[in-house]
């Protein structure tokens, strides 16, 4: 940012009376404001503002990561307070942590599959299917070509016809 650019914003600010209030750095060299709220030369209430100021100027030059997560938690309103450095460095330890442990349990489960290389559940049965449940002749004799019965022995689909043809001769 240019001196003019410094010089405008620095003179609009002290007739908006906005009040930039420093609340904390990180690690990487991010300066992070708050802006309370206020109202402006014309009437309007202007509401509260949460400003980054980054250390890498270039948006390209930002990736994942470069902007700790309890800050843009504060940032997005997530969080109230903004976060302090101890409570970011305990975290950091928590997730490295976490990460170790992840590791291990990993390289735990390589180590139990190469040991149990044979499969643990028998290999499934072999079962021949004849019919469905719902056909009426389940669990009995296929139905026959001929019929076999007379009629006190007769059982609905027991038999059937052979084709249309024969039927009608």
């Not at 404001?33 to 400003?51: A, D, L, S, V």
């Not at 948006?59 to 969080?79: F, H, L, M, N, S």
């Amino acid at each position: 940012m240019g001196w003019p650019q410094g010089l405008f914003r620095a003179l609009w600010r002290t007739l908006s009376k906005e009040v930039k209030e420093h609340v904390g750095t990180d690690q990487l060299g991010n300066k992070y404001y708050y802006i309370p709220q206020y109202t402006n030369w014309r009437g309007q209430t202007i509401r509260e503002k949460r400003i980054i100021e980054a250390a890498k100027r270039n948006e390209t030059d930002y990736e994942v990561g470069d902007i700790p997560t309890e800050w843009e938690a504060w940032i997005r309103r997530k969080r109230n307070t903004p976060p302090t450095m101890e409570e970011i460095l305990k975290n950091e330890k928590y997730r490295e942590e976490i990460k170790m442990k992840s590791k291990g349990f990993y390289e735990k489960e390589k180590l139990l599959s190469k040991e149990t290389s044979e499969e643990l559940l028998p290999p499934p049965v072999q079962i021949q299917i004849k019919g469905h449940a719902s056909a009426p002749y389940f669990g009995k004799e296929e139905p026959s070509a001929t019929p076999t019965s007379t009629g006190k022995t007769f059982q609905p689909g027991s038999w059937v016809p052979q084709d249309e043809k024969s039927h009608n001769q």
